[in-house]
């Protein structure tokens, strides 16, 4: 599992050709905005670092933070 991936919504990097002016196309990626943020999660009284894109930090900012949590341990991602 790469690294740069989101928790949350699953967005992992972009793969695709980079073309030059004289249109020799090399291999690139376009790696998503992931950072690691820290959530204090009041059920189990303790913090949780995720890692998500920030569409993901909108979605955690939304539903809130023990809603999705609780979805990513039944997908079955350990936090």
């Not at 990626?29 to 820290?38: C, F």
């Amino acid at each position: 599992m790469s690294s740069r991936h989101c928790q949350v919504t699953g967005r992992r990097p972009g793969y695709g050709k980079q073309v030059s002016h004289s249109h020799r196309r090399t291999s690139r990626r376009w790696l998503p905005n992931t950072q690691r943020r820290r959530y204090w999660l009041p059920s189990e009284n303790r913090h949780v670092v995720l890692t998500l894109s920030t569409k993901g930090i909108k979605t955690v900012d939304r539903r809130g933070v023990e809603s999705v949590v609780a979805e990513l341990r039944r997908r079955g991602v350990r936090v």
